[in-house]
């Protein structure tokens, strides 16, 4: 059993900045994909940011790119979204998710996920 758990939510202002934080349990951690997904009041789950297994790839919804980093540390079992230049449409719960061998942005390539963290961008 998996266990994934985010942190550094939390209430910021238009154009602030956060580090999200998730934490697996496990020693196979570098043998998966990473990914943020997140999920605004009254909308569906949407992708954000997957991470290969290394570390070297990088994706990201269109929404995101050039505002949004992800990254990981192996050696943490940690992966981590950087996020700057917050606007209110990016409210929402962000969940982290262990995906496969192979990049993907469908929710259904990923077997387990955190319980959330809250990101609430004041304007």
């Known amino acids: 059993q998996v266990q994934l758990v985010e942190s550094g939510g939390g209430l910021v202002q238009t154009g602030g900045s956060l580090r999200l934080s998730c934490a697996a349990s496990?020693?196979?951690?570098?043998?998966?994909?990473m990914g943020w997904f997140r999920q605004a009041p009254g909308k569906e789950r949407e992708f954000v940011a997957t991470?290969?297994?290394?570390?070297?790839?990088?994706y990201y919804a269109d929404s995101v790119k050039g505002r949004f980093t992800v990254s990981r540390d192996n050696t943490k079992n940690t992966v981590y979204l950087q996020i700057n230049d917050l606007k209110p449409e990016d409210t929402a719960v962000y969940y982290c998710?262990?995906?496969?061998?192979?990049?993907?942005?469908?929710?259904?390539?990923?077997?387990?996920w955190g319980q959330g963290t809250q990101v609430t961008v004041s304007s």
């Open positions: 998710a262990r995906g496969g061998d192979y990049y993907s942005r469908s929710e259904s390539s990923y077997d387990y």
């Open positions: 496990g020693r196979t951690f570098s043998r998966y994909y």
């Open positions: 991470i290969s297994k290394s570390g070297s790839s990088t």
